[in-house]
């Protein structure tokens, strides 16, 4: 008869289970991505967080890393996860020497090597907290760590080896914090739409 009643008493005091799992109490509550309390399984980082993290990105280049409209031999294509495939930059055709350039005002915040290969970032001024950081590699910096550096100004050359393109070129990175962003959405339309200087015909008449 007491363990009757005890057992009654502990039926009544215990919370349902739909409100267990309502909190997030043991391995799977949630959606399944991370959003329990008690989910053990980390939330992955996919288009949403990234959407969350970057917010606009303010076109404030004043030039492209290299050359006047380098082509784009690989566009931006952000991983669904954190360790997940993808292309977090862009690579830009560059031959081995071509200057690199500061897109815009900043700080270079790392200028050495990763991985045996040449990397230069620079925080872009007034740009939040944490700030923009573009990165660039293979880069032989030229500048040091701390400096403050302008839009247009030699970071660095583009090296002849570490370079994960089939052809010379320098991959353009934009971060902030640990989210990666489209490198290309600093540039404004005219600078995105701007091609190479071409002779035009005076009062219609072809150039020889």
Do not use: N
Not at 11 to 17: E, I, M, Q, S, T
Request: hydrophobic share 40%.
């Amino acid at each position: 008869m007491v363990l009757v009643v005890a057992l009654t008493v502990a039926a009544l005091l215990a919370p349902p289970a739909s409100r267990l799992f309502a909190v997030g109490v043991g391995v799977g509550a949630g959606s399944g991505r991370g959003e329990g309390v008690g989910d053990p399984t980390p939330a992955p980082v996919g288009a949403s967080r990234l959407r969350a993290a970057d917010g606009p990105v303010p076109a404030i280049a004043r030039t492209w890393p290299v050359g006047v409209r380098p082509r784009v031999l690989r566009g931006w294509e952000p991983p669904a996860t954190v360790y997940g495939p993808g292309h977090r930059g862009v690579d830009l055709a560059a031959p081995p020497g071509t200057p690199v350039w500061a897109v815009a005002d900043g700080r270079v915040s790392f200028a050495g090597r990763v991985a045996g290969k040449g990397v230069v970032s620079v925080e872009l001024t007034g740009t939040g907290d944490p700030p923009l950081r573009t990165t660039y590699e293979p880069v032989r910096a030229s500048v040091p760590r701390g400096a403050e550096v302008e839009a247009g100004e030699v970071i660095g050359t583009v090296e002849a080896g570490g370079s994960h393109c089939t052809a010379p070129c320098v991959h353009w990175g934009l971060l902030r914090g640990d989210a990666y962003l489209d490198p290309l959405s600093l540039l404004p339309p005219w600078l995105l739409q701007q091609g190479p200087s071409r002779l035009l015909p005076v009062l219609g008449v072809p150039l020889p």
